[in-house]
C-alpha cells in the first residue's frame, strides 16, 4: 500500500505548488495508471515517493511507515524506479545495468548472473545475445526493456514507472504492455505508471489517477472514469468516444441469454463488447451466438443489449 496524505511540491519560489495537496491510496497488488497533461506534476510526484524530491508539505506511506523516516538508499531497493527517457548507464553493458541494485544488495556473482538472464527472457531478450551489448547498440524498444528489467531486478514490491513503454512504436509498445502484464499476474507488486497515453492506462490500470495543475482530478477504476467524468476537464481528456472504450472492457459474458439463435453468427464468451458490436456492425446482424471456453452453446447477445450496456454508471 502507498498513501499519499496531502503532498505538496513548490520548487523554489514558484507561485504554484506542481504538486498540490495530493490525497491517494494505492492499494497493494494493484497497478495505478497516473495520467494529465505535461507539466502537471506526475514525475514529481513518482520522485516524492522515492524521496528523490523532498515534498514541502505532506506524508508518504509505504505500508505503515512514513516514508521521510526512511534513508533514501535502503527505500529505494524497495522500490523499482524505471525513469522517464529510459537512462541506462551507457558505458556498462547491459548485464551490468541490471546488476545494479542486486550489487547493491550484496548479491553473489552466480545468483546475479542467474537473475540477468531470468530478466533479460522475462521482457523478450535473448540472454546470450544481448547480456554484454552496449545500451547505443539497442533500439528504442530494446532500451526500455532493459531499463524494465533493471528496475525489476531486486524483486522490489513497489515499481514506479515514468512513461516505460513511451519510446516505442505502437506495435511493440502493446507487446511490452502485454508481456508486463503477464509478468505482473506472476509476480505481485503495487505499481505506480505514469503515461501520456489514455488508451495505456486504461489497459495497465487498475485504478486511474487523473491530474492537473499540480492536484488530483480524478481517481477511479477504468469503468468509474469512462463512465462517470467527474468535470468537463475529465470528460474532454478522456475523450468523445468514452462509451466505446467502456464497452471493451467488458466482455459479452454478463449479457448472455438462453437460447441459440439459428443461423447467427458465433463468439466466444471472453469477447469484448466493443469487439462484439464491431462484428454486429460490420455483418449488420443484431445478433450473436455465444460459445463457452470448451466450446459449449450458452445463448446469444443481441446489439441492443450491448448499447445498452455503454451508458453512463451510477
Ligand atoms: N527541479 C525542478 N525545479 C523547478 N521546477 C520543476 C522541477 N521539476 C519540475 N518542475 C516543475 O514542476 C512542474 C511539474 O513537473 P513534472 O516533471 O512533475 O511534470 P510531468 O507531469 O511529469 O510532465 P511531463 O508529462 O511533461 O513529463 C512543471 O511546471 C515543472 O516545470
Ligand atoms: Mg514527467
Not at 509505504?62 to 525513469?83: H, K, N
Not at 492506462?201 to 463512465?227: C, F, H, N, S, W
Amino acid at each position: 500500500m502507498i498513501r499519499l496524505d496531502g503532498i505538496t511540491k513548490r520548487f523554489g519560489t514558484a507561485a504554484q505548488p506542481s504538486v498540490d495537496d495530493l490525497h491517494i491510496e494505492m492499494t497493494e497488488g494493484t497497478t495505478t495508471a497516473l495520467i494529465g497533461p505535461s507539466g502537471c506534476g506526475k514525475t514529481t510526484t513518482l520522485r516524492m515517493i522515492n524521496r528523490m524530491v523532498e515534498p514541502t508539505q505532506g506524508r508518504i506511506f509505504l505500508e505503515d511507515q512514513d516514508v521521510t523516516g526512511l534513508d533514501p538508499v535502503v527505500l529505494r531497493r524497495r522500490i523499482g524506479y524505471v525513469i522517464q527517457q529510459v537512462g541506462l548507464f551507457p558505458h556498462q553493458t547491459v548485464a551490468e545495468n541490471i546488476a545494479t541494485v542486486p550489487r547493491l544488495l550484496g548479491w553473489s556473482r552466480a545468483r546475479t548472473d542467474a537473475r540477468i538472464d531470468e530478466l533479460l527472457a522475462l521482457v523478450g531478450l535473448e540472454p546470450a545475445r544481448f547480456r554484454a551489448t552496449m545500451p547505443q547498440r539497442l533500439s528504442g524498444g530494446q532500451r526500455q526493456r532493459v531499463g524494465v528489467a533493471r528496475a525489476l531486478a531486486g524483486d522490489p514490491p513497489v515499481m514506479l514507472m515514468d512513461e516505460p513503454f513511451g519510446a516505442i512504436d505502437p506495435i511493440a509498445r502493446e507487446r511490452l504492455q502485454d508481456e508486463f502484464k503477464d509478468i505482473l499476474r506472476r509476480v505481485r507488486k503495487t505499481v505506480v505508471m505514469v503515461t501520456h497515453d489514455l488508451d495505456e492506462a486504461i489497459k495497465m490500470g487498475d485504478r486511474i489517477a487523473i491530474m492537473r495543475d499540480g492536484r488530483l482530478v480524478q481517481y477511479g477504476t477504468p469503468d468509474e472514469i469512462l463512465g462517470a467524468p467527474v468535470d468537463g476537464f475529465v470528460q474532454a481528456f478522456v475523450g468523445p468516444d468514452r462509451a466505446l472504450k467502456r464497452l471493451g472492457l467488458r466482455t459479452v459474458e454478463a449479457l448472455i441469454r438462453p437460447d441459440v439463435v439459428a443461423g447467427a453468427d458465433e463468439v466466444a464468451t471472453s469477447t469484448s463488447m466493443r469487439d462484439a458490436l464491431a462484428r454486429l456492425i460490420g455483418s449488420g446482424a443484431r445478433v450473436l451466438n455465444v460459445r463457452g471456453e470448451n466450446g459449449e452453446a450458452l445463448g446469444h447477445v443481441t446489439r441492443d443489449a450491448i448499447l445498452d450496456g455503454s451508458g453512463p454508471s451510477r
